[in-house]
C-alpha cells in the first residue's frame, strides 16, 4: 500500500538535486588555471611568510653554488671507478660510462677528474656554513638570526645545509620545481624545507631576508643569482646592506672580469667593491661576521615585529 503522506512531485524534485559545487579554494580545476594564477602566486608567498613566523626566523645567509659539485668521497670513488674498476670481473668498456667511444671516455674521465678537483668548494661551504651556525648559535634573542639558507638540492646546497644541521642550527631549503626534479637533500630543516613552482617567488625569499650571500663556484643559475643581488646593491633598492662574499678567487677570475666593464664605462669603478674575494672558510666567516657586526648586530631604535625581518624596498 502506498505511504499516503508521500508526495510524488517532492521525490522527483529530490532526484534532480544538484551536487554541492566545490569551494573556489577546493577547486583544482581553478586553482591550476591562468585565472587562479594570483592565488597561487599569493600562496608562494604567505605560506614561506608563515612558516617563517612560526619557526622563528628573523633573517638569513644565503649560500649559492653548484647543484653538480660532490663531496670529496663521492667524487673520488666515481673517478676510482671510471680509471680502475674495482669488481671482480670489471664491466666491459661498452657497460662503462662513455661507452665505445674512446673520445666520450675520455671526456668522461676528463669531467671526473675536475670534480675531484670542484670537491673542496664542497668541503669549504660545510665548513663555512658549520662555523657560521655555531657563531648564529651564541647570539642573542629570540628569533634565530642569519639562518643558512641554500636553494635546497644537492651540490654546494646541500654542503651549507649540511654544515648548518651538523651545527645543531636550523636550515632553510627553497627548492624549484624542475622538468627534471631536484629532491630537497636531507640535511635541510624539515619544517623549513619549501618548494616553489615560480622562480620570482623563490628569489623573493633568498632577496628579501638574506643579509649576506655567499656565492660559490657555479654555473648560469649562480650567475643569475649573483648579479641579481648585486644589481639590487648597486640600485640600492633595498633598505640594507647586504654583504657578499664570492669565494674561489681563481675559479671566479676565469669566469668574471668586472674590471673590463668598469673600463669600458658599463659600471662604476666603485661597483666592483660591492662584493669581496674569499679563498678560506676561516677568511670567509671573518668577512661575514664584521659585516653582520656592523651593519645588523647594532642596538636597534625600535623593537621589530616577532617575524621574518623582510627588507624594505626603497622608493
Not at 36 to 56: D, V
Not at 80 to 87: D, H, R
Not at 113 to 125: G, K, L, N, T
Not at 130 to 151: A, N
Request: aromatic share 10%; proline share 7%; with cysteine.
Amino acid at each position: 500500500m502506498d505511504n499516503p503522506n508521500k508526495n510524488p512531485e517532492t521525490a522527483a524534485a529530490k532526484t534532480h538535486l544538484l551536487e554541492a559545487a566545490p569551494l573556489a579554494y577546493f577547486n583544482p580545476e581553478f586553482l591550476n588555471s591562468p585565472d587562479g594564477r594570483i592565488l597561487r602566486i599569493l600562496s608562494e608567498y604567505a605560506e614561506p611568510l608563515s612558516r617563517f613566523r612560526r619557526e622563528r626566523i628573523q633573517d638569513t645567509v644565503v649560500f649559492f653554488g653548484s647543484a653538480r659539485f660532490a663531496c670529496l668521497s663521492e667524487a673520488q670513488q666515481a673517478l676510482t671507478i671510471l680509471e680502475k674498476p674495482g669488481s671482480a670481473t670489471p664491466a666491459s668498456r661498452k657497460h662503462q660510462p662513455g661507452g665505445d667511444d674512446a673520445d666520450e671516455l675520455q671526456a668522461t674521465l676528463k669531467r671526473a677528474h675536475a670534480a675531484v678537483e670542484m670537491a673542496r668548494y664542497y668541503e669549504d661551504a660545510q665548513k663555512l656554513a658549520h662555523i657560521l651556525t655555531e657563531w648564529t648559535k651564541s647570539l642573542p634573542g629570540k628569533r634565530h638570526r642569519f639562518v643558512v639558507t641554500s636553494g635546497g638540492g644537492p651540490g654546494i646546497m646541500e654542503a651549507a645545509n649540511r654544515g648548518a644541521r651538523d651545527a645543531g642550527g636550523k636550515t632553510i631549503g627553497l627548492n624549484i620545481r624542475l622538468p627534471f626534479e631536484q629532491y630537497p637533500n636531507q640535511y635541510i630543516t624539515p619544517e623549513l624545507n619549501f618548494e616553489f613552482h615560480y622562480f620570482f617567488m623563490r628569489k623573493y625569499w633568498f632577496a628579501y631576508l638574506a643579509k649576506a650571500l655567499v656565492v660559490f663556484p657555479g654555473g648560469f643559475g649562480t650567475l643569475d643569482e649573483l648579479f641579481e643581488i648585486l644589481t639590487l646593491a648597486q640600485t640600492q633598492k633595498l633598505a640594507k646592506k647586504i654583504i657578499v662574499i664570492v669565494y674561489g678567487k681563481q675559479y671566479w677570475s676565469h669566469v668574471l672580469n668586472l674590471e673590463a666593464l668598469a673600463d669600458a664605462g658599463a659600471i662604476s669603478p666603485e661597483d666592483t667593491k660591492l662584493f669581496s674575494f674569499c679563498d678560506t672558510p676561516e677568511e670567509a666567516f671573518e668577512c661575514l661576521k664584521e659585516g653582520l657586526t656592523k651593519y645588523h648586530l647594532q642596538p636597534q631604535k625600535t623593537v621589530p615585529e616577532e617575524g621574518p625581518e623582510i627588507a624594505k624596498t626603497l622608493p
